[in-house]
């Protein structure tokens, strides 16, 4: 089945700065990559996602990349703000191998004011 | 917005007796999940739910697991005799169609003492 690893399970940046968060997946079918962000005691919401068809996602300070060769995506994160942190967790699924999201460990970003 | 509910946010039981957690996915989703989270760890997926039955399971849905949608709004996971490991955040989720954005529940905690 699929496994998903993240990197760094923490990170700890300075307010204004970029944070990178690395994940690596397994199964070569899989198509689906979003991104969660869950605050503490909080449910997961989708920040932002995207398919195997394209290589990289922006959605204003937030972008996704994805190398589907090497089988890895990122999520960064630009002129961090104290509201960003929290734990984001990346995923990933398919439409032929396991179609249910697979997590990876998440990393806990802690913005510095 | 559309939101998926779960009722009770918490729950807690004693060791061997059973529990149902009950979720109302958005109303005009296809798929249904649950997925737990241990504390501090990262979210599982346990079963997906489609056209009244189950479309996936992982390792983790044994035998004591069951799920059920009593009626049109309803989805509901039955732990038939809990363990002290059961303990965590349940979550549910619903999607319109399968590899597709999930929406998440708040969650509902288990505490099996």
């Known amino acids: 089945g699929e496994n998903v690893e993240q990197h760094p399970s923490t990170l700890s940046v300075q307010e204004g700065d970029s944070a990178v968060i690395k994940c690596t997946y397994s199964?070569?079918?899989?198509?689906?990559f979003p991104w969660y962000k869950q605050e503490l005691g909080k449910r997961p919401q989708l920040i932002i996602d995207?398919?195997?068809?394209?290589g990289e996602k922006k959605d204003q300070r937030i972008a996704v990349t994805l190398n589907k060769t090497a089988k890895h995506f990122s999520l960064h994160i630009t002129e961090t703000q104290p509201e960003d942190s929290a734990v984001y967790f990346c995923?990933?699924?398919?439409?032929?191998?396991?179609?249910?999201?697979?997590f990876g460990s998440g990393t806990r970003l802690q913005v510095q004011p | 917005e559309p939101e998926v509910t779960q009722t009770p946010s918490h729950q807690v039981t004693q060791m061997g007796q059973e529990v149902i957690l009950r979720c109302v996915p958005i109303?005009?989703?296809?798929?249904f999940y649950w997925y737990r989270q241990i504390l501090g760890q990262k979210v599982e997926f346990l079963v997906s739910?489609?056209?009244?039955?189950?479309?996936?399971k992982s390792e983790i849905f044994d035998d004591q697991f069951s799920v059920e949608r009593p009626d049109g709004s309803n989805f509901t996971l039955k732990i038939r005799s809990t363990k002290l490991e059961d303990s965590a955040m349940y979550f549910c989720?619903?999607?319109?169609?399968?590899?597709?954005?999930?929406?998440f529940g708040q969650g509902t905690r288990l505490t099996v003492v």
């Open positions: 199964d070569s079918a899989s198509n689906y």
């Open positions: 995923a990933a699924s398919s439409d032929t191998g396991r179609r249910a999201l697979t």
């Open positions: 989720a619903s999607s319109a169609w399968e590899n597709t954005e999930a929406f």
């Open positions: 739910f489609y056209n009244n039955e189950i479309s996936e």
């Open positions: 109303s005009n989703h296809l798929y």
């Open positions: 995207i398919r195997s068809n394209v």
